[in-house]
Nanobody, 124 residues
Framework: VQLQASGGGLVQAGGSLRLSCAAS????????MAWFRQAPGKEREFVAAIRSSGGTTVYADSVKGRFTISRDTAKNMVYLQMSILNTEDTATYYC??????????????????WGQGTLVTVSS
């Protein structure tokens, strides 16, 4: 499965941005799809996931209520709608695909397909 993330850019604090992840080689509904992010000097951290079965969504506490993950199976795309952005959201965002069990959804080691990352910079 090949994943290609896009949509990053520079946005002011309080603004919104939508990231996209295009999948090829398989369908996004066949895998749990997730977004991770990595800020400079920090480890890659979980942001959100949408499960293959039923489309259940899971979010990191830091983004809950501000970010929404979704998928479009017809277009084979996964999205991350980000709102009320703050400077702490500045990072490179990666989309990922895998088949983790529910208890391991947040663990990056459970995902074996990764996109190349798209940079989001939030200015104050």
């Amino acid at each position: 499965v090949q994943l290609q993330a896009s949509g990053g850019g520079l946005v002011q604090a309080g603004g919104s941005l939508r990231l996209s992840c295009a999948a090829s080689g398989s369908t996004v509904s066949s895998y749990t799809m997730a977004w991770f992010r990595q800020a400079p000097g920090k480890e890659r951290e979980f942001v959100a996931a949408i499960r293959s079965s039923g489309g259940t969504t899971v979010y990191a506490d830091s983004v809950k209520g501000r970010f929404t993950i979704s998928r479009d199976t017809a277009k084979n795309m996964v999205y991350l709608q980000m709102s009320i952005l703050n400077t702490e959201d500045t990072a490179t965002y990666y989309c990922a695909g895998g088949r983790p069990i529910l208890s391991a959804l947040r663990q990056r080691e459970m995902y074996y397909y990764w996109g190349q990352g798209t940079l989001v910079t939030v200015s104050s």
